[in-house]
């Protein structure tokens, strides 16, 4: 009976428990590794799912890694972009009159012929850097030059009265302008230039009033001054630093060169008479000096294309009143 019984429990046994069935091994791309897996028919035992693979790699070594491209980088010398700086004009340095100064030295006549102003340009004016001594002595023979009328032959000028009292006329048509612009303008850059001692119109009157009671007919003001005055006109309402440009020049031309206009006519004209056209209350190269300095102070807070701007219009301001100049010898 016990054997039976023994032999009965382990067929039992048997049949609870299965051997497990062995299926073939799953295979995977991509370098993943290949497992069997087993399914087993009990009840509570079930193995169906693929694997998951895991890669692991060493930390330590990957921020070695980095530190190592790093430090390399570290190492390489690091190239630093240049920093470029602009040429800088001629009397730049000391302020937008001394430009103005260089451009009037271009206009200057070389063997007999004139420089355009046309031709006075932003690229032209870079070619130096300070001004030297010889080029301020010839800075009063530019404009003289200019006033002689641009022949470059100085003793071959030959002053009219007809002539001169055009220029006269169309002398006080400008200043007047000016004056007048300067003293009704709203604008708060042309109140620093208002009541400098420069002030030419009225002296002008005086003199013109001299030359009719000499019964001479003062003649009205001729196509030079009157194109030149509406230019003013126009160039006061669009931009104060071209306008103050001429106002500027035109001061400045008749101080350097006005000088050598009242010697000539003086002596083949007025019998050495000195009209209040070149007369000056103080000391003129202090006035002159005083409205200089101003205008610089002015023009450190313009941009450089203002700048660029007032400089050919310098060049403009000498061809108008090299203009009115000619007008004695016609």
């Given at each position: 009976m016990m054997r039976l019984s023994c032999f009965c429990q382990h067929l039992s046994m048997d049949s609870a428990f299965k051997s497990p069935i062995f299926h073939p091994t799953a295979s995977f791309s991509h370098s993943q590794v290949s497992f069997p897996f087993f399914s087993f028919q009990a009840q509570y035992l079930t193995l169906d799912k693929p694997p998951?693979?895991?890669?692991?790699?060493?930390?330590s070594t990957i921020s070695s890694t980095t530190n190592g491209n790093n430090n390399n980088m570290a190492g390489l010398p690091v190239k630093k972009k240049r920093k470029r700086y602009r040429k800088q004009y001629p009397g730049e340095n000391?302020?937008?009159?001394?430009?103005?100064?260089?451009?009037?030295?271009?206009?200057?006549n070389i063997k007999g012929k004139k420089v355009s102003s046309d031709c006075v340009s932003d690229s032209e004016t870079?070619?130096?850097?300070?001004?030297?001594?010889?080029?301020?002595?010839?800075?009063?023979?530019?404009?003289?030059?200019?006033?002689?009328?641009?022949?470059?032959?100085?003793?071959?000028?030959?002053?009219?009265?007809?002539?001169?009292?055009?220029?006269?006329?169309?002398?006080?048509?400008?200043?007047?302008t000016i004056e007048r612009i300067i003293d009704e303008s709203d604008d708060v850059a042309y109140a620093y230039?208002?009541?400098t001692g420069l002030e030419r119109s009225a002296g002008l009157s005086k003199d013109l009033e001299w030359f009719s009671q000499r019964d001479l007919v003062v003649p009205e003001p001729?196509?030079?001054?009157?194109?030149?005055?509406?230019?003013?006109?126009?160039?006061?309402?669009?931009s104060a630093p071209l306008f103050l440009s001429h106002f500027y020049n035109i001061y400045f031309s008749h101080i350097a060169g006005?000088?050598?206009?009242?010697?000539?006519?003086?002596?083949?004209?007025?019998?050495?008479?000195?009209?209040?056209?070149?007369?000056?209350?103080?000391?003129?190269?202090e006035s002159l000096k005083d409205v200089r300095k101003n205008l610089n102070m002015l023009g450190e807070h313009w941009s450089r294309d203002d700048r660029n701007k007032c400089l050919k219009e310098a060049a403009k301001s000498f061809k108008f009143l090299g203009q009115i100049v000619r007008l004695i010898i016609l």
């Open positions: 998951t693979i895991l890669r692991c790699s060493n930390s000391e302020g937008i009159t001394e430009e103005m100064r260089f451009v009037a030295m271009r206009l200057r870079d070619t130096e850097n300070t001004p030297s001594d010889q080029e301020k002595e010839d800075d009063s023979e530019t404009v003289k030059s200019d006033e002689n009328g641009g022949d470059g032959e100085a003793e071959t000028w030959s002053p009219t009265m007809e002539g001169f009292l055009k220029y006269l006329v169309d002398s006080k048509f400008v200043f007047n230039f208002r009541k001729s196509n030079p001054g009157v194109s030149y005055v509406n230019y003013l006109e126009e160039l006061a309402e669009k006005g000088q050598v206009i009242a010697r000539k006519v003086s002596d083949q004209l007025l019998e050495g008479t000195e009209l209040e056209f070149y007369k000056w209350k103080g000391d003129v190269q």
